[in-house]
């Protein structure tokens, strides 16, 4: 069966000040399309497979724009239910030497939020599918959206589909009454594939993470330690096939140094780790992680090693194209994990 993925969540408006000008200074934005969900379906679009985005957008044309730039990347649109007043946004001030970046979230009352499981006919949009996407993101944002999501997971699983989730814990969004730990534990007991970062599995599970400082590729880390984190996280998930553990040290805003962890059966994979000293836009880093590890252990399944790889040189290239979306191919991302330096030039 051809594989065919399936990502859910909100997609947004963002705007962002030319250059590094600040929120506060800025007169004009640069307007793009984004999202968790929608960053991973475009990026695995891109690497060939077949892939569908499922959301809830209003019926105007900011929508129909965001809409038209999905599909030119490949990704089918055919599910997404219309509703609501109006899509959501975020402005986005790029990070500049030790200045960090800055997100500020509108997105109170957009269509995705009051998004109820009945406004998608799910064994319709399932029909067909192998492997079915969803993120932490949207259970934050309302009950109805977490009623859906679980919706989704459920006929997921029923239809034999492969569930995986991106933690993607974001304080901010979680406001109506709930902690991200009560609303997230029934909907990751029925996922099949984890990735997130550590403080992100704490929030989840509750489990001290293992800071990751390492300011070079050479320089040794415990991995003792985090296979023991990566343990106790499986037995507090031990439904999970795959669990992922990415791991980012930021230096400054354009030096970063990215590898990544794999646990199944019982066993720690470590990937080759990247210093990145030219950060373009590390907006969706982790979404080009997440799209990396689908497409890993969809194209290497008797291969862990390699789709740990994947999703870590993919994640390392996402740093150099702007916006949201990993433009980059399945078969650059394979000349960076084959890569030891010497003629970069393609030719």
Not at 201 to 221: F, L, M, N, T, W
Request: hydrophobic fraction near 40%; proline fraction near 3%; glycine fraction near 8%.
């Amino acid at each position: 069966m051809e594989p065919k993925i399936i990502a859910f969540g909100e997609v947004l408006l963002r705007l962002t000040p030319p250059g590094y000008l600040k929120l506060s200074q800025t007169t004009s934005f640069t307007a793009t399309f984004g999202g968790s969900e929608a960053n991973c379906a475009v990026s695995l679009a891109h690497f060939g497979l077949k892939t569908g985005f499922v959301t809830r957008v209003p019926r105007n044309d900011i929508a129909e724009a965001c809409l038209m730039e999905l599909r030119s990347h490949g990704v089918e649109t055919g599910s997404i239910a219309f509703g609501g007043n109006r899509l959501g946004l975020y402005y986005y001030e790029n990070p500049v030497a030790q200045r960090g970046s800055k997100v500020v979230y509108d997105r109170a009352n957009s269509s995705f939020v009051s998004l109820r499981p009945e406004m998608i006919d799910w064994e319709k949009t399932l029909e067909g599918a192998t492997w079915f996407h969803w993120s932490g993101i949207g259970p934050g944002l309302s009950q109805d959206a977490a009623d859906t999501t679980l919706r989704a997971i459920e006929v997921a699983k029923k239809k034999g589909l492969t569930v995986s989730c991106d933690l993607n814990y974001r304080k901010a969004l979680w406001q109506y009454g709930k902690t991200a730990a009560e609303v997230m534990g029934p909907l990751l007991e029925k996922t099949d594939v984890l990735f997130g970062t550590g403080s992100e599995y704490q929030v989840a599970y509750g489990i001290e993470p293992v800071a990751y400082k390492a300011k070079s590729v050479d320089e040794p880390i415990d991995l003792a330690a985090y296979e023991q984190f990566l343990a106790k996280v499986q037995a507090k998930a031990p439904n999970a096939k795959k669990i992922f553990l990415v791991l980012r040290n930021v230096l400054d805003a354009n030096h970063h140094v990215l590898t990544g962890l794999l646990y199944a059966d019982g066993k720690m994979i470590r990937a080759r780790t990247h210093a990145i000293d030219h950060v373009v836009d590390c907006v969706g880093v982790g979404d080009a992680f997440a799209a990396g590890l689908i497409y890993g252990l969809i194209s290497y399944p008797n291969d862990d090693a390699s789709a740990l790889e994947f999703a870590v040189a993919a994640s390392t290239l996402k740093n150099s194209v702007y916006g949201d979306f990993n433009l980059v191919s399945a078969d650059e991302v394979k000349a960076l994990m084959k890569a030891n330096g010497g003629d970069s030039v393609a030719r």
